[in-house]
T-cell receptor
């Protein structure tokens, strides 16, 4: 089935540095969603991208969807300790599998003060 | 809005017992709910899709007789781990989508199951 590959698996940064996580697929994605899971917590929806080349911003977070809809990225500018957690991308398959998400492996972000 | 409550948050049980986990949508109706399993520092593995009023759809490799799912109402789905064994110890998380709404999943807080 559809697989979404996410890299890197781990990222350690100093507070104030930037951070980027990438998701890639060998096939065209119908859409991509991003979730954040704090340590010991549960995933929380951040954003959904649907259109080719789409770029959305949420304060220090910038989300991009590739022109070919085969990759996506999440970029955090000037990380803060509150950004710590695991960031997952996920594809929502749609069709008869409406609602079913295929998650990437996640990127665990550690921010050192 | 879109709050999902999951109970219990933590359970410790003896091997061979059954454990029931509840997932409730508090302020919306959820035709579809999902059950995931997550191992430490790993991604979420979808176990099954729970549909109100019908049988759950299980992912490949998930034993439906071991993980019983019931979705009797638009606000409640339950997962029962039958005859639990130590290898069933894990973090179980449910999620729900708003009926007729956007295809966004709202997650419960999760249940950490430890089987002794």
């Amino acid at each position: 089935g559809q697989q979404v590959m996410q890299i890197p698996q781990y990222q350690h940064v100093q507070e104030g540095e930037d951070f980027t996580t990438y998701c890639n697929s060998s096939t065209t994605l119908s859409n991509i969603q991003w979730y954040k899971q704090r340590p010991g917590g549960h995933p929380v929806f951040l954003i959904q991208l649907v259109k080719s080349g789409e770029v959305k911003k949420q304060k220090r977070l910038t989300f991009q969807f590739g022109e070919a809809k085969k990759n996506s990225s999440l970029h955090i500018t000037a990380t803060q300790t509150t950004d710590v957690g695991t960031y997952f991308c996920a594809e929502n398959a749609g069709g008869t599998s409406y609602g079913k998400l295929t998650f990437g492996q996640g990127t665990i972000l550690t921010v050192h003060p | 809005g879109a709050v999902v409550s999951q109970h219990p948050s933590r359970v410790i049980c003896k091997s061979g017992t059954s454990v029931k986990i509840e997932c409730r949508s508090l302020d919306f109706q959820a035709t579809t709910m999902f059950w995931y399993r997550q191992f430490p520092k790993q991604s979420l593995m979808l176990m099954a899709t729970s549909n109100e009023g019908s049988k759950a759809t299980y992912e490949q490799g998930v034993e439906k007789d071991k993980f019983l799912i019931n979705h009797a109402s638009l606000t409640l789905s339950t997962l029962t781990v039958t005859s639990a064994h130590p290898e069933d110890s894990s973090f179980y998380i449910c999620s729900a989508t708003v009926s007729g709404g956007e295809n966004i999943q709202y997650f419960g807080a999760g249940t950490r199951l430890s089987v002794l």
